[in-house]
């Protein structure tokens, strides 16, 4: 594997925290984000090549994600335009890390063995008319 380019349609999922609930004495903690989590796992499965293998523990990895959102229907004309020519630039929640923290997450034992495999990260946010991810993913020489 030299380099793999996936792009998983809808709009990007940032990670949300953990949520906590209390029944009497005991304290538990759930992920709100399975179902989520769930679809986009699938998505990357059915992407990646027939006879792809999870990239070895210890392979340095490159991985580059393009968070395309779509552009808000509140958007002015003038806005809308400049939107599309990535002239204005998408600074609104959510951020770049929590996207790119969901994207890590579910590429665990489906892609490489653990994130910390990752060790250069080139990541940003732009508006598009079909939103979707974009993820690069290349071995390091």
């Known amino acids: ?17 953990p949520r906590f ?18 679809r986009f ?3 990357v499965k059915s992407r990646l090549p027939e006879d792809f293998k999870i990239i070895p523990q210890g392979t340095p990895l490159f991985l580059q994600c393009i968070f395309c959102f779509p552009i808000p ?3 002015s004309k003038k806005q809308q335009e400049l939107m599309k020519i990535n002239s204005l ?20 034992s ?13 990541a940003w946010k732009e508006y598009t008319d079909h939103p979707h991810t974009l993820i690069r993913i290349e071995e390091a020489v």
């Not at 959510?94 to 997450?105: I, M």
């Open 1 to 17: 594997m030299n380099k793999i380019s996936l792009i998983i349609p809808g709009s990007p999922i940032a990670k949300k925290r």
């Open 21 to 38: 609930f209390r029944r009497g004495n005991f304290t538990g903690a759930y992920n709100p984000q399975e179902t989520e989590e769930g």
């Open 41 to 43: 796992m699938w998505e």
């Open 73 to 75: 229907k509140s958007a």
């Open 89 to 108: 630039k998408h600074t609104k929640k959510p951020d770049t890390d929590n996207c790119l923290k969901f994207v890590k997450d579910c590429l665990n």
């Open 110 to 122: 489906l892609v490489w063995h653990d994130d910390s495999q990752v060790y250069k990260v080139e």
